[in-house]
């Protein structure tokens, strides 16, 4: 596989990245450059790139498949890397990943993010992911002797792993109240509790497969917790949009065309203008926000504020994709932890019972249907839980024949 | 191939430290590779995890999940855990013999 005369490392002990460099083209941030600045700290960047490099001309990864590596008492937060080529690239040759776990909302101090860099400068490649896909702060590249030193300065500066493997996985969470006005529940708080109550099972894989939650404090979604968390709680309210209409009239004068930018835009056209007010029928709202977005002066979120829950989103893996489907379509704001922790406790039970190995938990639920498995964690069907109830052909409906009985 | 030695023994595994032909597997390799896995002395706790691990895997070709480890030895997780530090998957499937796991335990 490797071709030793590929002359990917010359003399001067930086790469040559032919093909990657295409990658540093155009307005775009590039993680090459990126990796790039990194060169002449630890090596690991420059044998990363003359690795990757290699990849893009054989067209195969070069990293081999699986690794199993950690730190005492814990299952899960590191992933073992091991290269095919360490040969000619020995700084990537063992180069473990380590997730950490980040603080809610990602707030660090300047001086937090430089104790973690010294750490991973001294125990690891110094090249970090910030974040990861998952949340966490993801630590690039070290060998399996350092990790235990790693793990326990770490510690001492505050910080844990993440989750990893068929473990709950690190629970992330949108800025929330800290940063923003829509927030309807304080998400980072949930998220902080939510981590707390689950360490166990976040450090000690012990489910048929990974388990996110995800926590975005209003409908915009800021952690896109619909597309990828198992378990997606996501702010809401129950009353009505919360109208200023001399704040409208503001936008209108300023030169913003309301029925055509913020009426005729909406989903469900909920709302109109006459000139002098804007009405909205809050019965058809759907929460899309895009008025509130629009207009954040003149509209907000109503006050009965809270959370709709919703179950079983997925990246395709063994199945295709999922987004999460509404499991409860309402929980009040101070309720949230607790009606969480009972649910997540019935929906394991369920998933261990009937789960197979790497079954998500929204495959199991296609597998077995809904209906079974409100059955089986104890919940009744609401018409919430349908999206689109007249797009499906095979869906029939007889509304009269139980009135008539 | 990395090798891992012991009292002059010496055995072929992979980079983390699984035995490459599980069929080699003896008690000795146990006792041998406890150490790796920061287990003084392996006791009876250990060995019914250990066997349980084995049987299953020369049964079904693989690893057992984890809460079923659980179930048929009566130990929790967190005891699992005092028992083998880096893990039912890392620590007690090495000891067993297994290849490396690819998923569950």
Redesign the interface.
């Known amino acids: 596989m490797a071709d030793a005369d590929e002359g990917v490392k010359p003399a001067n002990g930086k790469p040559e990245t032919k093909l990657l460099d295409e990658l540093e083209k155009g307005p775009w941030p590039s993680f090459v450059t990126e990796i790039k600045s990194a060169q002449g700290v630890t090596g690991g960047a420059e044998d990363l790139l003359g690795q990757l490099e290699l990849s893009y001309e054989d067209k195969v990864s070069h990293w081999k498949h699986g690794g199993l590596v950690g730190v005492l008492g814990y299952g899960g937060g590191v992933i073992g890397r091991y290269s095919d080529v360490g040969e000619q690239f020995p700084k990537v040759a063992h180069f473990h990943t380590l997730r950490v776990n980040q603080p809610a909302g990602w707030f660090y101090t300047s001086e937090a993010l430089r104790t973690i860099s010294d750490i991973w400068e001294r125990h690891g490649s110094g090249l970090t992911n910030m974040h990861g896909s998952t949340g966490d702060m993801i630590l690039l590249g070290t060998t399996t002797d350092h990790l235990e030193a790693t793990f326990q300065e770490l510690t001492h500066a505050g910080f844990d792993l993440g989750g990893s493997g068929s473990a709950v996985r690190t629970p992330s969470c949108c800025v929330g109240m800290a940063r923003c006005e829509w927030a309807c529940f304080d998400a980072m708080k949930l998220c902080y509790d939510l981590t707390m109550a689950y360490q166990d099972e976040l450090h000690r894989p012990a489910l048929p497969y990974k388990f996110k939650i995800k926590c975005s404090a209003c409908p915009n979604d800021c952690v896109a917790a619909i597309a990828r968390a198992d378990l997606s709680v996501i702010g809401t309210w129950k009353d009505d949009i919360r109208i200023d209409q001399a704040e409208v009239a503001n936008y209108a004068t300023a030169g913003v065309d309301i029925q055509k930018d913020i009426c005729a835009n909406c989903p469900t056209r909920c709302m109109d203008w006459n000139g002098k007010e804007l009405n909205i029928k809050n019965r058809d709202c759907v929460r899309c926000m895009h008025c509130i977005n629009a207009m954040p002066k003149a509209l907000r979120p109503g006050v009965e504020k809270g959370a709709v829950i919703l179950i079983g989103a997925k990246a395709p893996i063994l199945q295709g994709a999922l987004l999460s489907s509404v499991l409860i379509p309402f929980v009040a704001a101070d309720e949230l932890l607790d009606t969480l922790k009972e649910l997540i406790q019935r929906i394991w039970d369920f998933w261990d019972e009937y789960g197979t190995n790497r079954e998500r938990i929204g495959e199991l639920i296609q597998r077995v249907g809904l209906a079974a498995f409100l059955d089986g964690i104890g919940l009744d069907p609401a018409p919430e839980m349908v999206s689109a109830p007249r797009d499906n052909p095979y869906i029939y409906y007889q509304p009269a024949k139980e009135d008539e009985a | 191939m990395p090798t891992f030695e012991v009292e002059g023994k010496k055995y072929d595994v992979d ?2 430290g ?1 035995l490459q032909e599980p069929d080699l597997w003896t008690e000795d390799v146990a006792k041998d590779f406890a150490k790796s896995e ?1 287990i003084d002395a392996l006791t009876d706790g250990h060995w019914k995890v250990i066997n349980y691990i084995r049987n299953y895997y020369l049964q079904f070709g693989i690893a057992p ?3 079923k480890v ?1 179930k048929e030895t009566g130990y929790k ?2 005891e699992i ?1 005092q028992l083998f ?6 620590g007690a499937c090495k000891l067993a013999g297994l290849p ?5 335990v």
């Not at chain 2, 490396?100 to 569950?104: A, I, N, W």
């Open positions: 980079e983390d699984f920061s999940m984890v809460r659980c997780l967190s855990y530090p880096s893990g039912p998957a890392k490396k796991p690819t998923g569950c």
